[in-house]
């Protein structure tokens, strides 16, 4: 008697009747099908395409999270054009109009108009101080502010100059080498952009401290000893002027070669 007992073939059918309904149970609940006759195998890929379609959405919400953030970004650095650095330099272009009135006003001889556009002038020169200053230690820096504020210093120092030889207090070649050469630096400075920045020296500084004082005494009225000294300060300006220049010149140079020498190599790295 070989055969297996009709109970126990009983059981056995009973007992995987009831394992294939649990399957077939487990497999519904964890695929989401409404069909009764599902397997736990036609369940896994439900499961799958579940996850599948979760991780899709999530990327998506991901990277509209970014978009999000990066148009976010793009309006805090709209509106940080509004900072104190820039309304400090367009302070001070707007100082330009209104110091060219005073200084002509009367003829542009009268010692109180004077002394008024000298003001207008030496709060101009603060703000040149301090614009810069703030931007930099406060993260202010704006594109408006780097094209703004180099305009606004040549404008201010150049309606000076100009008003200054049109009176007649300042020989003309004077004001053709100071604005000369800060034209001359700034176009330089475009030039050689490509191949690196050149900073800002001592000397630079020194030179811009020196013609701020130098012009500022200039549009005053001044008599006697002062008007001596203000004559050598201004000699002292137009040295470091020329100085200056020459300087920016050489590091101009020796920056566009360093630039044609690393590109040079670097291509031939590459072709190698």
């Known amino acids: 008697m070989t055969g297996v007992p009709a109970s126990a073939a009983g059981g056995s059918s009973a007992a995987k009747g009831t394992a294939a309904g649990t399957a077939s149970g487990a497999a519904s609940a964890s695929g989401g099908s409404g069909s009764s006759g599902a397997s736990a195998t036609s369940g ?42 820039n309304l400090l330099t367009m302070l001070r272009l707007l100082l330009v109009p209104g110091f060219v009135a005073l200084m002509l006003a009367d003829g542009g001889y009268d010692p109180a108009w004077r002394a008024f556009a000298w003001a207008a002038f030496a709060v101009a020169m603060i703000t040149d101080l301090f614009d810069g200053h703030l931007a930099r230690r406060y993260d202010l820096v704006t594109d408006f502010g780097k094209i703004a504020d180099p305009i606004a210093d040549k404008a201010i120092m150049g309606a000076a100059l100009i008003c200054l030889s049109a009176l007649g207090d300042l020989p003309w070649w004077v004001t053709a080498v100071i604005l000369g050469r800060e034209l001359g630096i700034t176009l330089l400075r475009f030039l050689v952009i490509r191949y690196g920045v050149i900073p800002a020296s001592r000397g630079g500084k020194l030179k811009t401290l020196t013609q701020g004082v130098a012009v500022g005494m200039y549009v005053l009225a001044l008599t006697g000893w002062l008007a001596t000294l ?18 920016y010149v050489r590091q101009a140079i020796v920056l566009r070669r360093q630039g044609i020498a690393e590109r040079k190599a670097a291509l031939e790295e590459t072709e190698a």
């Not at 899709?56 to 509106?79: H, Y």
């Not at 002292?236 to 300087?247: H, M």
Request: avoid cysteine.
């Open 44 to 85: 896994a890929p439900a499961i799958a395409g579940t996850s599948g379609a979760s991780g899709t959405s999530g990327a998506d919400s991901g990277s509209k999270t970014a978009r999000g953030g990066k148009l976010a970004a793009a309006a805090v650095n709209q509106a940080s054009v509004w900072n104190i650095a």
């Open 230 to 247: 203000r004559f050598w300060v201004m000699a002292a300006a137009v040295v470091l002027t020329v100085v200056t220049g020459l300087d």
